[in-house]
């Protein structure tokens, strides 16, 4: 009898402990790819507390430097084998071909859930980024794509300690293309560089001229000079290529500038070296690692014209996709409409110097990051376009403004060139 009561016993004490064994397998692993070194401890932490809270684990793993990211991801994506999440680097129509093979989740359905709740979480601006609206140029059927977990703006910073010693107001950047070319002798006769920028790194430079770009003829006219119905030969593109020649001529622009790159760019500035820099929000952290007493003011690059708003390259800085083929991905998005939740977003904002994706979160943040946030209305981005401009146009435009500061051509010429090559390329597609 007692034998038929242990064999009872431990049959029951199996069963027990199966259906706690089974109960532990059911909750999954949320594997994450991700480049971010300067976010990883926060992921890592943050992973720890989802863990807690809700008994699923998330496995952040870092793949650096961004290029062999990038690799890994598109290696994974041939193998099928990619994970939960992961974010992709890149042109827009990188983004597409991972759409059209039908790795990433559609998000539409979640972010439009009770009554739109996640969606109006975000920053109008950096959700675009993600977004493909009806009828866009990629034949992507419409819906957003991709959650930001993070934004950014491109704008110009410029030194207050330096304005000071200087005679100019720390509290009052100039505002007007003239004001600032207006401080280039003094800045000059001082001995001391003006304006620092990675400009070696081309992209930078076709920021700031898409900028003026559309400050001096409107997006209107931008989006048709890349869909090939004005030429770059148009008086305002001429005007925005002079605008790189009135910055040399003053003496605004630091020695140099065509081929320094980013980080000697935010040496400079951060050692106090320059007055100004074009850097993106980015370069808070960066500033603050470099020198963490540095007094400086975030500003809007300097108006050429009144006849349309100025504009910056801005939107979602990092976002994370949902791999579709994911048998997590229910798990997955949960995940990710936690991650961009208002604390956890004040988190990383704080932790990392980051500008946090959700608009709610702008009060709880440091004052100089919030200042970068507070001009999103003005943010544009090649990615929201709906059409992209031939790699080559781009080179040659960038490269043409490089030879333009320091005098091997000029803005007629580099319009010709840029021309011709827009030409050519138009005929291959045709």
């Known amino acids: 009898m ?28 949320i594997n994450i790819w991700h480049w971010m070194t300067d976010r990883d401890p926060a992921f890592q932490e943050l992973a720890k507390k989802y863990e807690v809270l809700t008994g699923v684990r998330v496995n952040f793993e870092l793949y650096a430097p961004s290029e062999a990211y990038s690799q890994k991801i598109r290696a994974a994506a ?28 559609d998000l539409t359905p979640y972010m439009e859930a009770n009554a739109n709740n996640w969606k109006n979480n975000f920053f109008p601006k950096a959700l675009a ?98 869909r090939g119905e ?28 065509v081929t320094m790159i980013n980080k000697s760019a935010e040496q400079l500035f951060a050692n106090e070296k320059a007055v100004f820099a074009f850097n993106g929000s980015w370069c808070v952290n960066v500033y603050k690692g470099m020198n963490p007493h540095l007094e400086y003011g975030v500003m809007l690059p300097p108006q050429a014209s009144s006849e349309h708003p100025m504009a910056i390259w801005g939107g979602a800085g990092s976002s994370f996709m ?67 401009e031939f790699s080559l146009v781009i080179e040659a435009f960038d490269y043409g403004i490089q030879s333009i500061i320091i005098g091997e051509k000029t803005p007629e010429q580099v319009a010709i060139d840029v021309q011709k090559i827009k030409e050519r390329e138009l005929a291959k597609k045709r």
């Open 129 to 226: 980024v993600n977004e493909f609206a009806p009828g866009n140029s990629y034949g992507i059927n419409p819906g957003i794509f991709g959650a930001p977990i993070d934004i950014m703006t491109i704008q110009m910073v410029y030194n207050k300690k330096l304005f000071s010693q200087l005679g100019f107001d720390p509290n009052r950047p100039p505002k007007t293309m003239q004001e600032f070319l207006d401080m280039g002798a003094k800045i000059k006769a001082a001995g001391m560089q003006g304006l620092v920028s990675g400009w070696g790194e081309v992209w930078m430079i076709d920021c700031l001229a898409n900028n003026y770009a559309f400050n001096i003829m409107g997006e209107d006219k931008v989006l048709a000079t890349i």
């Open 78 to 105: 041939q193998g099928m084998n990619l994970p939960d999440i992961f974010g992709i680097l890149g042109e827009k129509r990188d983004f597409v071909s991972f759409i059209k093979a039908g790795h990433i989740l």
């Open 230 to 257: 004005v030429p770059y030969t148009d008086p305002d593109w001429i005007k925005v290529f002079d605008i790189f020649k009135q910055m040399n001529d003053s003496g605004v622009l630091a020695q140099g500038i």
């Open 2 to 29: 007692w034998f038929k009561h242990a064999l009872v016993c431990a049959f029951v004490l199996f069963s027990v402990l199966g259906c706690s064994e089974k109960r532990i397998d059911t909750k999954p692993t």
């Open 322 to 388: 949902v791999n579709a083929h994911s048998r997590n991905k229910e798990e997955a998005v949960k995940f990710l409409t936690w991650l961009t939740d208002q604390d956890q977003q004040v988190y990383l904002a704080q932790v990392t110097n980051n500008l946090p994706a959700n608009k709610s979160s702008l009060s709880k943040i440091p004052e100089i990051l919030a200042q970068f946030a507070r001009e999103m209305d003005y943010a544009t981005h090649p990615n929201v376009w709906g059409n992209s």
